[in-house]
């Protein structure tokens, strides 16, 4: 159910952060905090915003063409998911995830040197921890300028039926 369906008087006001892809048990889910109250919505992969995110329409325009989204970054350190990891490590996937940590620094490798006493971790190769955004930007979609403008013109209903319904593969593979 969308957001602006179950709650048609909320506005951007109100809310004081929003998490998109927080691990809840088994899914992901989408937190809203109102301040003393929180909002959370499972996201089940079929979702069709869930979708339209992970083809790439929703994504802001300077994503398509990030200079961060490649493996020799700026920063000291890179933490994010690492995707695929029951194929590489099948003893050490969480059902909640895992993070991958990678260093570019010799700052960053004291960083992590600092920590790794108290965490879990084993040392994976390049090629089994690179995803797509580690690699390059996202592919912007060819009908995105169009589905942005039937967005605001037809609105969400009307995109969820004419861009994410007629896939038949999901948007993450």
């Known amino acids: 159910e969308c957001l602006y369906k179950k709650f048609p008087k909320l506005s951007s006001e109100q809310?004081?952060?929003?998490?998109?892809?927080?691990?809840?048990?088994?899914?992901?889910?989408m937190n809203i905090s109102l301040g003393s109250e929180n909002i959370r919505f499972p996201?089940?992969?079929?979702?069709?915003?869930?979708?339209?995110?992970?083809?790439?329409?929703?994504?802001?325009d300077?994503?398509?063409?990030?200079?961060?989204?490649?493996?020799?970054?700026?920063?000291?350190?890179?933490?994010?998911?690492?995707?695929?990891i029951q194929n590489v490590m099948p003893d050490f996937y969480d059902y909640m995830g895992v993070s991958l940590v990678i260093t570019h620094t010799s700052t960053g490798s004291k960083?992590?040197?600092?920590?790794e006493s108290k965490i879990d971790f084993r040392i994976s190769n390049e090629k089994d921890c690179l995803q797509p955004r580690l690699v390059s930007?996202?592919?912007?979609?060819?009908?995105?300028?169009?589905?942005w403008n039937d967005m605001q013109y037809k609105g969400m209903d009307y995109c969820i039926k004419n861009y994410v319904e007629h896939y038949d593969v999901s948007f993450k593979e």
């Open 15 to 29: 809310i004081h952060g929003i998490k998109f892809r927080e691990n809840s048990r088994y899914v992901f889910v």
């Open 43 to 60: 996201l089940n992969p079929n979702n069709m915003y869930y979708q339209t995110f992970f083809y790439g329409n929703t994504y802001r």
């Open 62 to 84: 300077s994503c398509y063409s990030c200079q961060f989204a490649n493996p020799n970054r700026c920063s000291d350190i890179t933490i994010g998911d690492y995707w695929g």
């Open 111 to 115: 960083l992590f040197e600092d920590v």
């Open 137 to 147: 930007p996202q592919v912007k979609p060819n009908d995105r300028g169009q589905f």
